[in-house]
C-alpha cells in the first residue's frame, strides 16, 4: 500500500458539513463518520488541523443584512464556529484522539486561546488541532481562517471540503453542465470568481504557495486516497 504524499494538511469543513442534510445543526452520526476520517489520517502519520465553519447555526453578514449590527453578528458568528469545534473535539475524544480547540477568540476554561508555538508542538505530539473563532475579526470568514492557519502552521496541503466533487465553473447543482477542473490556477479561480473560496482565502495561498485542494470528502475512503495520491477534486494552485 503506498505511503502518504502530505505530512501535514489542514482541512476545512463548512459548518453545514456537519448539519448533513437534516434539520439538526449538528448531526451527531455525521460529526462521527468525519471524525473517524481524521483518525483515520494520523494513523497514517498525516499531523491534521481543522477549521470548521459555523454556518450551520449563525453567519454574521445574514443577519446584518436583516438591521444587525456586522460587528455583533461576525461575534456571534465566530462563537458559532466554537460550539462546532467543541462537538467535534468531543467526538475525536471519543475515538481516542487526542485533541486540541485553540481560539482566536479568549475564551479562558473552554479551550487554549490560540498560539502559534503551542499549536506546532502539539500537531508534533500528534495531536489534532481545531482552530476555533476564525481569525478572530470581524468581517473575514472561516475560509480566510483556513489558509491563515494552513500558511502558519507550514501545512503542505490545505483540503476544501465541498458538496459538490470540486472546483466548476458555475454552481453543478444548478447548472448541469457546468465544465469540472481538474486543475485550476489561483489566478483563472479568482480572475473568473469561481466558487472555491473567498478572495481572500485564495490570495493568501497563491502568495505563500500553498496548494488548495478542493474536494467532496463525504465519498467513503476520499481523504485517504487523497492522501496516497489519488488526484481526487480540484487542484488550485500555480500556472495555468
Ligand atoms: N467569522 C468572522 N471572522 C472570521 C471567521 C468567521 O467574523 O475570521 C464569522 C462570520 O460572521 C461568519 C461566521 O463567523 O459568517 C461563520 O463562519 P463562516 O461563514 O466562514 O462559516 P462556514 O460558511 O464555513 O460554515
Redo the contacts with the bound molecule.
Sequence with gaps: MSVPIYRRILLKL???ALAGGGRESIDPDVLEGLAGDVRDLLGEGIAVALVI????I????ALAARGMDRVT??HI??L??LMNALAMQDRLEALGVSTRVMSALPVGGVCEDYNRACALRHLVKGRVVIFAA????????????ASLRAIEIGADLLIKATKVDGVYSADPLCVPDATFYSRISYDRALREGLQVMDTTAIVLCRDHGLPLRVMNINEPGALLRLMRGADLGSLVASGD
Design positions: 463548512s459548518g453545514e465553519g459555523g454556518g450551520n449563525f453567519r454574521g453578514a453578528g461576525d458568528g465566530m458559532a464556529t476564525g481569525t478572530g475579526n470581524p468581517f473575514f470568514t472561516t475560509d480566510s481562517a
